[in-house]
């Protein structure tokens, strides 16, 4: 199907533990983009990427590992989950060269860390 | 520094009223794009409308309507007889040439329609 998926939907995992979220395109866009977002905070950009192996910090990176060897995937990886990192996860991604420009989200992986 | 504020957090309107989301943004570029995006209860965040920078003629979507002021660097959204479905998260956002293509998000208003 076409679109923008993220796996696992539900993620609940203990403190110090690796944690990664998958994400998924099928459009080619070339910018993807991670956010969370936590209550009065609104969404907040972790990473981004223009392309294959770029990759590049947004407001709130610590803690987080991107990589971007494939335009249609974009993983987040938590290396040593801590409780602050409880949220939910939309991965997103957009096509600013095609003139539409319009950022489309993935449905969001929540995730808990005890 | 690229900013979106949505300084109305809550607002709980009645079925058939109109009601306002206000949005007001910081640039100091020429070129950029508004943006609103919806998130239902379901969660899922929903693209409505895209607005760039040098055109400030209103739209208008069935109830939905949006006003850009850029003299007054707002981007109001309103809906127009309310209904329970419009009970949602709402977000403004920025985007600019100027900064890699990133999205600046406020920090949402949440409307709660009563029936």
């Known amino acids: 199907d076409a679109g923008i998926t993220q796996s696992p939907r539900y993620k609940i995992t203990e403190t110090g533990r690796q944690v990664t979220l998958m994400c998924h395109q099928t459009w080619s866009h070339s910018y993807m983009f991670w956010y969370r977002q936590d209550l009065g905070h609104g969404l907040r950009l972790i990473y981004y990427?223009?392309?294959?192996?770029?990759?590049d910090k947004g407001e709130v990176p610590d803690g987080y590992v991107v990589s971007r060897s494939k335009t249609e995937n974009f993983p987040l990886t938590l290396e040593s989950a801590t409780r602050s990192q409880t949220s939910v996860y939309f991965c997103?991604?957009?096509?600013?060269?095609?003139?539409?420009?319009?950022?489309?989200f993935g449905a969001g992986s929540r995730l808990t860390v005890l | 520094a690229q900013k979106v504020t949505q300084a109305q957090t809550e607002i709980s309107v009645v079925e058939k009223e109109d009601v306002t989301l206000d949005c007001v943004y910081e640039t100091r570029d020429t070129t950029y794009y508004l943006f609103w995006y919806k998130q239902p209860p379901s969660g899922e965040l929903v693209f409505l409308i895209r607005r760039n920078s040098f055109d400030e003629q209103n739209e208008i979507s069935g109830r939905y309507s949006w006003n850009f002021q850029k003299s007054t660097s707002s981007f109001n959204f309103t809906i127009t007889a309310s209904q329970v479905v419009d009970s949602a998260v709402y977000f403004c956002?920025?985007?600019?040439?100027?900064?890699?293509?990133?999205?600046?998000f406020g920090t949402g208003t949440s409307l709660t329609v009563i029936p």
């Open positions: 997103a991604s957009s096509e600013p060269y095609s003139g539409a420009n319009v950022l489309t």
């Open positions: 956002a920025l985007s600019d040439t100027n900064t890699g293509n990133q999205f600046y």
């Open positions: 990427s223009a392309a294959a192996d770029i990759t």
